[in-house]
């Protein structure tokens, strides 16, 4: 598989066109994941799932769904039952984790889901044309739109913004240090089609900033150490910020806190692309045929976000998320239930694949909140109780 030449041509127009013959390295991410015609979530759509690019939690049956609209009934129940309640799935993917909140809902929760708004910001047209086609049949059911972010007015949102593995596909910066100074990799043009790094003064003092926020003090490190900035994470969360009135936030990602993030010993940063289930670490290749990510800072999520009005709740791992709001119980019935046993076999190995701690049941949730009262704010959600 070659890489999409129209969009190399589209990257190379916009590189001639910056006065220093260069981009940054979140703005060549930008155009590879999100060109509106040519980039890989415009043109790759479908190449999500076992037999695609990668694969999430999403595509191991509908357990994951059903467990989260577990916790949405409860919270829903904590703000006082408001309607309408609001679920605002940020990047929803194929629809399939969407299909699986609203069926559970529908089956379990029939008060919810009478007063339910479910809207999907979603930036692929691609993706935005198979979420509608999987949700159609929801349409005569709920309200359900697709809206961009200035479609939906400030302080109007009473319910939970969610995302699963949408961080991560943020565009990011790239920085490096030389003299124990911080340098940014920018994007410029080799011999076509290849592109080259080049190091240069930060594009923006906000580099830094982020890093100060970070409590990371980068002077002390061995000059080649190379790592991300996701500054993208911050404005979205800005964004959120304004738009939620009152309700939760509820990210589900794999990251690590910053003094993880950035130790000294990861020293070639934490981004990766995947083609075919392969992971690699070379964004130069393959344009528009491979997905790009790098790992989520939570901890930059947790202060940024306190400075958005939204409070850190609680952070877990998605294993311990899952088994908290019943998970286990499901994996223990399995033994007594009917199913052949080719089917129950696969579908305890799909339940324990949720929970693997090497795999997604290490993916970081984190919970925030906006606007509870005192009573509010002492409730323990669920998906955060601690087995007895």
């Not at 935005?128 to 972010?149: P, S």
């Not at 240090?177 to 592109?195: A, C, D, Q, T, W």
Request: net charge negative; hydrophobic share 40%; charged share 20%.
């Amino acid at each position: 598989m070659q890489s999409n030449s129209s969009l190399i041509d589209a990257i190379v127009e916009q590189i001639k066109a910056n006065t220093k013959q260069r981009i940054t390295f979140a703005e060549y991410m930008d155009m590879v994941l999100y060109h509106p015609t040519y980039g890989y979530y415009s043109t790759q759509a479908l190449n999500i799932g076992r037999e695609g690019d990668f694969f999430t939690s999403v595509h191991l049956g509908t357990d994951f769904g059903e467990m989260l609209a577990v916790q949405f009934a409860q919270i829903w129940e904590i703000l006082g039952k408001p309607t309408p309640f609001v679920l605002l799935e940020m990047g929803a993917g194929q629809g399939y984790l969407a299909v699986d909140i609203l069926s559970y809902c529908q089956q379990q929760y029939p008060d919810l889901f009478a007063v339910l708004e479910y809207i999907i910001i979603e930036k692929s047209p691609g993706l935005r044309k198979v979420q509608k086609e999987k949700l159609q049949d929801f349409e005569q059911e709920i309200t359900l739109k697709w809206c961009n972010w200035e479609d939906i007015e400030n302080n109007s949102i009473v319910g939970c913004f969610f995302s699963n593995e949408l961080v991560d596909a943020f565009p990011v910066h790239q920085f490096t240090l030389e003299s124990g100074k911080l340098r940014e990799i920018y994007v410029g043009l080799g011999e076509y089609p290849n592109f080259i790094e080049i190091i240069d003064e930060p594009s923006t003092p906000k580099l830094s900033q982020y890093l100060e926020l970070d409590k990371i003090d980068i002077s002390y490190y061995a000059d080649g150490y190379r790592s991300e900035v996701n500054l993208a994470a911050l404005d979205w969360l800005n964004l959120i910020g304004e738009k939620l009135q009152k309700g939760y936030v509820l990210t589900i990602d794999y990251g690590y806190s910053a003094s993880r993030y950035y130790n000294p010993r990861r020293n070639q940063g934490t981004l990766q692309c995947y083609y075919q289930h392969k992971r690699h670490d070379n964004p130069y290749i393959l344009v528009g045929q491979q997905d790009i990510t790098a790992h989520v800072d939570f901890t930059a999520l947790e202060l940024w976000g306190e400075s958005c009005g939204l409070n850190k709740v609680g952070f877990t791992q998605q294993g311990l998320f899952l088994m908290a709001l019943g998970l286990g119980e499901r994996i223990s019935s399995l033994s007594a239930s009917q199913l052949p046993l080719l089917e129950m076999l696969r579908r305890r190995d799909s339940l324990h694949q949720l929970l693997d701690p090497l795999g997604v049941g290490n993916f970081g949730v984190l919970l925030q909140s906006k606007g509870l009262n005192n009573r509010e704010a002492t409730q323990v959600l669920k998906g955060l109780a601690i087995p007895e």
